[in-house]
């Protein structure tokens, strides 16, 4: 499986952005994806993750009720609502993959994740 992000840019505080990931395969479903962000000079951080069957997601605590993932298997692409966009929000956001995993399991570490991809830039204004 090979990721590409897109849907990133540049936005007012208040405003909303969608990202998208899609990818490439034909086991997409057999894949938990997460939602990461980084800034420079900072750790690449956790923002959301969905399960294979996308039943269940978990946000990082500053984006829940904001921040909305899904999944669409039929187009082997995964998104990120992103919704009352604040400043602090501004980052490369980068999807990631993970083959198998327990359902009731969440992933929130960089390292649980086996596939990147080259990641999309988002910018919010204040």
């Known amino acids: 499986v090979q990721l590409g992000e897109s849907g990133g840019g540049l936005v007012q505080a208040g405003g909303s952005l969608r990202l998208a990931c899609a990818a490439s395969g034909r086991t997409f479903s057999n894949y938990a994806m997460g939602w990461f962000r980084q800034v420079p000079g900072k750790e690449r951080e956790f923002v959301a993750t969905?399960?294979?069957?996308?039943?269940?997601?978990y946000y990082e605590d500053s984006v829940r009720g904001r921040f909305t993932i899904s999944r669409d298997d039929a187009k082997n692409t995964v998104y990120l609502q992103m919704n009352s966009l604040k400043p602090e929000d501004t980052a490369v956001y980068y999807c990631?993959?993970?083959?198998?995993?327990?359902?009731?399991?969440?992933?929130?570490?960089?390292?649980?994740?086996?596939?990147w991809g080259q990641g999309t830039q988002v910018t919010v204004s204040s």
């Open positions: 990631a993959a993970r083959p198998s995993g327990g359902e009731g399991s969440y992933y929130l570490l960089p390292y649980e994740y086996s596939l």
């Open positions: 969905i399960s294979r069957s996308g039943g269940n997601t």
